[in-house]
Every structure is written in structure tokens, then in C-alpha cells.
């Protein structure tokens, strides 16, 4: 069977995939495991590795690509898996994009470098990636200037998207950014111009009002994927106000989830507590939870519970 | 009757004041009158003005004067008022601070300068602002590194209270901030350290957790004053689920407020459609809200009378 | 006599003035006129009130009126002022300015408000400017990303200067900066394009290669400005070879002069030791000079006269 | 012969080496045999390598591996060697450093890792970090928040020093940096107190100036070399003057150098003219000159030899 690419046309939940440590700090490959049969039972239909969920920037060359290796085996071409591959180095981007996509990942994930300051500076940063890369392996660009302080104007944003066929995705998390969105989703709609695939994040604290605004999903860390999903399918079918009220009862978590740094702890440990994963630890230096971040998670969780239940 | 003075006791739900425009860019004298009813009538504590939210760089030192002077008037002392008075340049918050203390204002609030690089910094800031400011003005210390970009650590935080007693209160916003917050409760459960009173910020978006780890009150411009009073009623006489339940049915429009800089003219476009203020402009450079803003806060605002009503 | 304004064709050496204070803070107004005094002895072609250096964030409305007025009178038209008027405020910026003329100003100086992320934003920002500020107001724009965190690239740059023909005079201070400098000079030799006139600053780090580069002068505030005059002129007749050995004797000097913060408290101690203002003080929060900063100084500036005499 | 260790005593000069490419963006590794020449030759007392002028980060794993091998062969234990492990990732720091020591360097060099945002952050990151290295390796801390963003105190830096014998060397280059090395170097004159190596960078900007001020060397990698050792040896002669003039004539063109981003590319093309190595070429991304720079570099180098009498 054919590798799936990601394309203009890619649609839906693409979760963003932690990658699982044993104590002692070692990739844990049998929760990789378990953790991509979560995903994919919550009816995500993508997954992405190797983002800065997934500490990618903590691993060594030779675990990337084990990494891949073994979320590839497991998912065994049923869904599309998008691999980040963001490095200082032009050379480690193309090196990793070749092995991403010889194991059968469905594209790559690149978000400009850090110490970019002008938007010139942008323009040529993806001209060189696009140099390197070849016109072959599709892109999904990441726009998270809250993390890299790297910004894009719009016209810089729709400028890339014009200039590189590559980049049929774009990961929007722009904050607040929902001008931006909207500027890319009309762009798609002049007829000479492209309409690429938006998948939203920004742990999807604007997901149903993104979705109203033409978003073609999420890609986010968000452990109850079966709500994106749902909230997806809803939209899909129409159904705004029901997709609104279903994603409401989770905001309460999802905004606790949305805090930077102990995000992934908190997410690390809903995985854990889901059967998702074995272990909550992240790699040094890493966050990790204290008994008032277990007593509130337990509480939101509690509380959630009993929304569904009612 | 006596000016009423914030200290480590102060409670209760303070409203940071908009500053209200007209499309000309004045002051609106007239709806500062309406505005203090809007925020008296909701049931809030207090009420602080010059705040970001309010503008205050954007006035001139006269117009500060008197905006203070018509805000004072309205309250007529009914509520004690924390005037902002950050300053690049030590003098100004000496000289306003004191114009603002002689109008019967209750307390100052101070951000730490932009630029300040260390903690030792920090330190030596603070012990230039209360040389020059004396002991007598009670003093709230914004902390809000995500606009200030000034980190404070939990140790100096501590310090800083330690070694000024005119600290009589924190207004917390850093984030993810939920530590900062525990440590700065237990460090005034301590017999020797200061119990000082704290109101939370960030747009409200973790309050009630907060309230959960001890915070004293909240300090913020959500447009809907009425919400945050009731929840923190609710806490104060014990019944942390059902304020919480409160909470939850407007989490999806403050989420949708906490944007920055948009979030400004979404407060200022509720308060003109709740009859507040009169115009909903802010000051150039300022925001201003498009249609699909317009359109994504009617149909917020709907759902939130619906859930409301239900 | 009318006021003579700045232009595309302004060129020179104008020196950033400091702004003198009294150990009490108050504004030194008697030092204020030995301080132009000093200026114009040196040969300086204009001078720039109320930058930077001259601590302009500290003034109150009322002081700043002041000291142009000032500055204005000892000057007596003898050369172009240009007076700084960067605020956060656009509505400060038009009133300041307008007060500035109206004493006989030769233009404003204006750099873009901190906190503009984007390109676009910039662009956005100074049509805002100018809508607010007329057609009248001849305006050099200060391109200083180090302190302001505003990057403009050389085609945002350009645009700039294209849309907008009250820019006559960039002050450039990007660093590095030297191929910016060289875009706006060819940029300048298009038959469709203006050429405006370029000051070099960053404390004079790069004056002579930047003079080589066709810079137009320089403004920048080393407190030995017969220096800048003397390379200036010698540029002026060819003699760059001389124009750098003169330069070179200053460098160690000038280097040390160029540490941020600290350099404004080297300055006016200079222009202390050398007659030109009163007091060493800067208005806090602001930097003074301990012993050993003292006895650095003077082992250069002994090294600078032996080299000089020699 | 036993591996020589860096130490509290560690004197000198050590270059901070480039590591060379080819045109093809391989590493060169002749020109690594050909540069360790050019470096003992200029008498360097040592060598740090993998440092940010090294573009490490720009090295697979393997590659730095090789690279520090192919170093430590032609050295060949003649000078202590430095290696540079920074990474956002504690297992790699640990991983690197073994592998360097292995090697026979001399210790390894680590920065803080960017992101970190308060005092008790970088307190905290460097505990994880000597928790993870042990106690065997020598380490010389890196100051550099020009580079990285983190802001260390004068008085958390003693705090490190005081807490972690591993630390016996200060690659001090904060900026403006003169009183943080004064406070180290007092530090260590306290009979409880470890005085350290300290080496001084920015480029050597200061050098003579923090020579006087008690510094023990200097890391930088200005292509000069030999002046740096010339000065090093003045001033241990106690001929501070003679130190100073003979820096003043390199300091035009050693503050050309001093460009951030295009100084690395300036650096490469004087080691190439002079004969260091055989390629000019920087990984991708990274800079290169242009005819400008090329004829700047000419004339500045030319103006030197004149001056040197050459």
C-alpha cells in the first residue's frame, strides 16, 4: 500500500503525540505502542510526532528515529503521521525529513527558527529549507510565535504559502490569531491562489470558534482526543451549537491543560491516568506535578465526569 | 469620612476601570459616571483605574489628573479605589501617586519598569520606589510578567514583601502562575512573615482555581463584574463547586476576552452594549473590533443567555 | 528669521544632547545653555533634543515643554533642532510635536512604539502617525530595534520612506547594520525613489565605515563631539584615510562610552569633567559611575591626550 | 600522559575555534588540522571548540563526535581543550561531556539554557545539570545573555560558583559586563570562597579594560590570535600600557568583527586569508559576505598592517 501524504485536502484531528519515558528517562517504545492504539481509538484521523510535545529537541539523532520507527510500525499506515522535524541546521531538517518519509510518515512539520527578526528574514529562512528539501515531501509550516518569537504577518504568511507548493498545512497558532485564520481561509478562496489545509492548536482554547471561522481541524495535545473528534464530527454534520456545547464541558480542563510548561506534565499524567502510557515523566529538564496540581487535575476530571454523566 | 485604605486585608472583587473615549479620542467625562455605576451596581469591592486596561500611558499627566478626579467624585467614597501609577521614571509615580492619595484613593498600584533583567534588579527597583515614595501609600505590586516582560521568582517575591511593609497587596498575573500563588499564601501562614492580601488577574482565566488555593479576590476587567462577585460570594460562604458551576457557563466568553489587545475592544464593545459606557473606541494606537468579532461575540453573548436562562 | 527645517538634504553631525539635572533632580536649565554652548563650539551642524539620552521618558508634560523651550532660545536658529517625540500615545506624539514647531524646531524624531511584532504592524503604525501628525512635520525615523525590539527589514524600510515623504532623515542604528545603510543609500539613487538623509548612531561604533558607505553624518551622543566634526569634515574633502586615523585615536574611548545603560552616566561625567553641564546626575531610575568606572575614565581619557598630543 | 584538566588556575588565552566546512557544507576535516596549527602557533595557551562561533548546533551527533576527535589528535594533548555540550536536553549535555572527557579533553563548557526566565530557574537548571554530570568534570559556565536571554546576577553567579566546585572557570561575556567581573574576582579574594578561572569574551571588546580589572585571559575568537597572546603577556609582565597600546591598534578591526551574525562569516574569511583553513564556507543557516564586506575587511586589514609596520 501507498504512503497516505498530507495534502491541501487533509482534514480533521491530528493529535499532537507525547513521546513516553521510563523513570530513569529512557524512551519507553512498548507505551508508544499503547499510546498510538489510544489515539487512534479515540478516532483521530492523523497523528504527529515528534513536536515540542513530544520533546523532540531531547532526544538523540539515533531515538528520533527510533521514535518514528516504532509510532510507524504500530500505526501501520492507517493514519497519516506527520513528523516534526524543526532544527537549527538545514541540514539535520533534510537529513530527518528523508528518514521521516522513507519510514512512510505522510509529511513533515516546520516551524521557523528561533532568532528570525524580520519577515525577510522568514521569506529566505523557507527559501533555504525549500532549497534543501526538494519539491517532493509535503509541509505542514507551524506558526507559534508565542514559543519560537518568530512572527508572521499575514501577507508574509500568505506570501510563503504562494511562493512553496509544499506547504500544503498549516499548524495555526498564532495567538490571538484568529484575524490570521481567516486571512488564510479567504486567500484559498481567490481563484488563483491556493487553499491550503488549517489544522488549529494553541491546545485548542479557540477550536469551535476557529472551526466556525474555516479551520479544517486540529492538531493539538489535548488527552481527550474523543472530544476533538466529536466536536469535529458535529461540525462536519453542521451541528455548531451541539459541537459548542459538547467542547464547553471540557474547557474547564482544557484551559487548566493550557497553561506552558506543566501542560505537558498535566497531559503526561491524564495519558497515565487514561492507561494511555506507563509512565508520567518527562525528560530533564522537565516539569513535573505536585500534589496540588494532582488534587485540582482529579478535581476537573471529577467535575467533567459528572457533566457527561448528567 | 476618612479615606478607606487597601491592606492586607482587602477583599472582595476589584474591577480594572476602561477608560472611556469618545470617537474623537477625549476623554468621555460622562461615562466614567455611568461606568462607576455599572461596576458599583455589579456588587464590586473596589474598583482600580489607570490600569493597562485603562489606557493610562496613552493620557497625558493632565488628563490622568482629572480622570482620577471624576472617577473619585462618582464613587464618592462608597468603595476604596487603587489608582495605577506605573512609571518609566520614578518621579511621575511619586507625583501621582500623591495627587492620586490627596483625591482619597485608596492605594497605588506599581508594575516593575520594562527592562529590568535580573532579580537583583527587581530588588534594587523596589527599594528605589519606596525611598522615593515614602511609607505611608499602600502599594499593590502588579506582577505580570507577560506584558512587562520583568520575571519575578517566587524567593524574590517573597523578599520584595519582607522588606516593604507598604506591600499590602499582589496583584498575581504571572503564568502559569498557580505555584507562585501557593507560595506566596503559606509564606504569610509563617509567624513571622506578612499575610498580604492577594487579588488574581489574567483575565480570570484560572479564578476560581485560585480562589480554591487561597487568592483573596480578583482583579480584572471581565465586562460581565456581576459573575465574578457572585463566584467570589459563593467561595466566601463555602460552596466552591457551585461557584464553579457559576464560573464555568462564562468561561467561554472570558476565553474569548483574555485575547490580548483585542480583548480590550471586545471589553469596551460589552460594556457599550450593556450601557456602561458610551462608545466603545480606545485611543490610537489602539484595537477595534470587524464584523466576524462582532458576529463571534453575539453569538457567545447568546449562548451565555441561554445557559443563563436555562 | 524663518525656521529652518530639516530635510532630504540635511547633513552633518548633531549631536543627542543630554538632558542636565541637579543632584535634587529638578531639571539644571542654567547647564542646559552651557551645554549648547559647548555643542556649537564644537562645530556641530544641529542638535537633537529629548531622545534617549536626554532621558525624555522622565519629563513630565510641563518639563518637556520646558526644556525645548530652553534649548530653543540659546540656540537662536543658529542651527536645526530635532526634537524626540516617541510615546506610546499617538495623540502625545501630534501634541508634542506641535509644541516643538511652534518653538521654532527644525523636525521631530520618531521611532516605532515597543511591542509591534509584525512588519505589517510597523507599516501600519506610521500611517497611523501620519494620519495623526499631517503633511507638514518633517520627521526623521529612528531605527533602533536593540532598545525598541521593533525590527524593520530594508524593504519594510524602504516602503516606509516611499509611502511616506515626511520621513527625510532616518537616524540609523540597527546593528548590525551596515547592509541596511547601503539598501537605503542605492535605494535612494533610483530616479523614482527619494534620497533622504542618513544619520549613523550606536554610539559611533561603525561612524567612519558607515561614512565610506555614504552616510549623510552622524547623531549620536560621544561626549567628544569635535571629533565627530573634525572626521566629518575630513570625509567632506576625501580624506578618508585621515578621517579613520583621527577616529581610531578616539575608538578605545568611544567603545567604552558604548556600553548601554552606564555609557549616559560616562557621558555626562565627560561633559562634566570637560565644563559643558554642572551635575553628573541622571534622573532615577538611572545609572551613576562607581571608582573603578571613574579611574577607567581617566586612564583613557589620559590615553586619548597623549595620543593627541603626540 | 595524563589528560591536563582545567582548573581554578587555568590561565591564557583560548580561542574559540571554528570548525570548518567545505563548500558542500561537509566538515573539512584537513582544515581542522591546519586551524589546531594556526591556533598553537599564535602561542594559545588552549582551545575551546563545539562553542556557538563552532556552529555545534548545527552538527549532527556523530559529526560532533568526529569533530572533537580529529581536534584532540593533531593537539595532541600539547593544550587543554574546552568542549562546548549546551543543549536543551540534560541526557545530551551528559552524553557529550563523557564523550569529550573520554577524548581527553579538558573540560567542557555550558551556557544556560534559553527559555529559562528566573534567577531560581537558573539555579535550579544548573542543580539538574551537576546532578546529572556528577562531580568529575570540570565545567566553565558561560555568561552570555546577549545570546541565550537568561539574565544571571552578580549575586546568583556567586551562588552557582559557591555551590558547585565543578564550576572552575567564567566565560564571562555579559554586557555591559565590568562590575559582574569585579564582583567574581572580590569573591574569590573571601578566604571562604573559591576564587575561578575567569576568561573574558563579547569579542574581546573590553579585553585590556577586564585584563586590568583582574580578568585571568581571554575566549574569544577573534582571527588575530597572537595579539590576544602578545597582550596576555604584557599584562603578565605588568606592562599594562604597552598591553593596551598594541590592543588599540587591532580594535577597528576587531570591533568589525564584533557584528553579531556576519562577524562569524568575518572571522572565517581572515583564517582562510591568512591561511588557517581552505573554505570560508558557514552551515546553512549561516552568513556570508558580500563585495562590500570583502573590500571593508581589505581595507581595515590593510590600515593594520600599516600600523604594525608590516
Known sequence: MATQLISEETRGVFPIAATPFSEDGSV??????????FYLESGAHGLTILGMMGEAHKLSDAESTEVI???????????????????PSMRKIVDLSKAAMDEGCAG??????????TEAQVLGYFDAVFDALGPEIPVCLQDYPTVTGVHISNETLLKL??????IVMLKHEDFPGLRKLTEVRKHGDRPDARRISILVANAGLYYPIEMRRGA???MTGFAFPE????????????????AEDLYDLYLPLLRYEYQPGIGLALRKEILCR????????????????NRDEHAELTVLMDRLQRKLGG
Chains 1, 2, 3, 4 share one sequence.
Open 69 to 87: 520507527g516504532r509510532f510507524m510500525r504500530r500505526i501501520d499506515r492507517r493514519v497519516p503521521v506527520i513528523v516534526g522535524v524543526s532544527s
Open 216 to 218: 479544517d481541524g486540529v
Open 28 to 37: 519507553d517504545f512498548e507505551s508508544i505502542d499503547s499510546l498510538v492504539d
Open 161 to 166: 504559502i504562494d511562493d512553496h507548493p509544499s
Open 227 to 242: 472530544m476533538l473528534v466529536k466536536v469535529y464530527d458535529l461540525f462536519a454534520s453542521g451541528e455548531a451549537d451541539a
Open 274 to 289: 487514561r492507561g494511555a502510557i506507563r509512565c508520567t515523566a518527562t525528560r530533564s529538564p522537565g516539569p513535573a506535578l
Open 108 to 117: 513533515v512539520m516546520i516551524t521557523p527558527m528561533s532568532g528570525l527578526k
